[in-house]
């Protein structure tokens, strides 16, 4: 065909589908093009053709057959509904409107949500504290934790009163102490008022002037150890921090100074604000 | 000659069209009595009567198996597609809104139901459209508007045509021109904008014809039709 008319649009002009300003233009072109025109009337007469498949019918014996079939898995109906059916149909039935079935199931998502979120931080993971915060290269030989910095910080001896035996750093000479807890740990605190199998708290003894630490100890809550708890050093003769410690045996002075004055557990909590009002 | 079975319920041509026209009504409009009787049915099976559900497959059966039988164009399947619609149905009869008519829900479904089973048939081919419905469509009749063999040809032809559509072009030209809604109607049921079901029918209806054309020039015809 030479003609370049919108095929498509006389395609809809054969059965009227085409808005009426649209319409109005195919029917002037076609007035002046017989090409075109000739084109619709073999569309048309094809169309009256597939019109005619309409006039088609079913057997009435193969609707009944399907009518049977359908019926029969019917009859057991609640079973054959399945449960998800059975509780939307409850629901839409009970409330009608869409909105109100919506509005339950958001409360039925946001309470399970809520309560599987309680039951998380009800039961934190020790075991996984453990394994994040206590590693030991054998029995007796703790490695210093890497990024206890960025642990709960619960006090600092600028503002306590931290016992006689680490007075080699004070206020006055311009060192200070800052306790670190594992975070794990420090929520079990938090929620039960016991330190959890695992819990690390490091003492750290920074200089006035440098930024490294002049000193460094730890105390481990493992029940391998007496009393429950095991204390490392990991300041070495030199002055320099050790990357491992081996537990501080027997009556060390730090395991019978936080046995005796430790007020909770071993440690020295009635010092620290953060464990203070942690309980 | 195969024969086509019209209405055995006797109904005439124009009845039939009649009906066909009237089943889907746009939404807003005044509850027709046709809605209230369907929505007290809904009611009783709901309730449990399940029995019930029967009248409503009575009245729908033809027009869903007549749906499926032209999109699908297997009569086994459509057999399936109408089992399943009327299984998906009962399921989900809760979520009809008994203000509104039933036929668009129904025919939605429908289309949905065909689709997914013309998936699993390219996943898994045995039949094929291009059959076009033979024996177990039709009866010898004297009313067989394809009397004589030129116009079972034709009959044929339009199947294969059919199926030679994509799936979308397909629906649309049943819907439309076969079933005989407006393209409104069509848009509703297949929640498609207009314009996209429009854009569908215009370019099902040039490839019908063009494929029509090419077998009617074919050897076999010698380009009588």
Redesign the interface.
């Known amino acids: 065909m030479s003609c370049v008319f919108s095929?498509?649009?006389l395609?809809?002009h054969?059965?009227n589908?085409?808005p009426e300003s649209e319409g109005r233009i195919v029917a002037r072109h076609l007035l002046e093009c017989p090409e075109c025109e000739g084109f619709l009337d073999?569309?048309s007469q094809?169309?009256s053709?597939?019109?005619?498949?309409?006039?088609?019918?079913?057997?009435?014996s193969?609707?009944t057959?399907?009518?049977r079939?359908?019926?029969s898995?019917?009859?057991n109906?609640p079973q054959s509904?399945g449960w998800s059916?059975r509780i939307?149909?409850t629901l839409?039935?009970g409330f009608r409107r869409h909105a109100f079935v919506l509005s339950s199931l958001a409360v039925v998502v946001v309470s399970a949500t809520l309560f599987a979120q309680m039951r998380q931080t009800a039961r934190p993971d020790t075991t996984a504290a453990t394994k994040q915060t206590a590693v030991f290269a054998d029995a007796n030989t703790l490695i210093r934790p890497a990024g206890y910095r960025d642990w709960i910080s619960v006090g600092s001896s600028m503002r306590s009163n931290i016992p006689d035996a680490h007075s080699l750093a004070n206020a006055s000479s311009g060192n200070s102490h800052n306790i670190y807890i594992d975070r794990a740990a420090y929520r079990m605190f938090s929620l039960t008022g016991k330190f959890p199998e695992g819990a690390v708290l490091i003492l750290e003894t920074s200089g006035a002037a440098g930024k490294q630490p002049i000193a460094l100890q730890a105390s481990v809550k493992d029940s391998r150890f007496d009393g429950g708890w095991g204390f490392f050093n990991f300041t070495g003769a030199d002055g320099t921090i050790k990357d491992k410690a081996e537990s501080l045996g027997g009556k060390s002075s730090c395991r019978t100074c936080h046995e005796e004055r430790g007020k909770s557990d071993h440690v020295f909590t009635q010092f620290h604000p953060a464990l203070k009002t942690a309980t | 000659m195969k024969g086509i079975e019209i209405m055995e319920s006797g109904a005439n041509n124009s009845d039939i069209i009649q009906g066909t026209l009237s089943m889907v009504r746009m939404p807003g409009a005044v509850i027709s009595p046709e809605t209230a009787e369907i929505a007290q049915i809904v009611r009783l099976v709901l309730a449990g009567d399940t029995s019930s559900f029967e009248y409503i497959i009575s009245r729908y059966e033809r027009r869903v198996m007549n749906i499926a039988m032209r999109i699908l164009g297997c009569h086994d399947d459509a057999h399936d597609a109408a089992q399943e619609v009327f299984l998906r149905v009962f399921r989900y009869l809760h979520r009809l809104d008994l203000e509104k008519p039933i036929e668009p829900w129904l025919m939605r479904m429908t289309v949905n139901v065909c689709r997914d089973l013309g998936r699993k048939k390219l996943q898994h081919p045995s039949t094929s459209l291009e059959n076009a419905p033979s024996e177990s469509m039709t009866t010898s009749s004297t009313d067989n508007p394809y009397v004589g063999l030129a116009e079972e040809q034709q009959r044929q032809m339009l199947w294969k045509a059919l199926a030679c559509l994509s799936e979308n072009e397909r629906v649309a030209i049943v819907l439309r021109d076969v079933e005989g809604l407006s393209t409104a109607e069509v848009a509703a049921i297949l929640e498609s904008p207009e314009v996209t079901v429009r854009s569908r029918i215009s370019r099902g209806r040039l490839k019908l014809k063009e494929i029509v054309d090419r077998m009617s020039k074919g050897p076999m015809n010698g380009g009588a039709l």
Do not use: C, F
Request: charged share 35%.
């Open positions: 095929r498509e649009l395609a809809l054969a059965e589908d085409l073999r569309l094809r169309q053709q597939l019109k005619l498949l309409r006039l088609e019918a079913i057997p009435q193969t609707l057959r399907m009518r079939g359908v019926l898995q019917i009859e109906s509904l059916v939307e149909r839409w039935l």
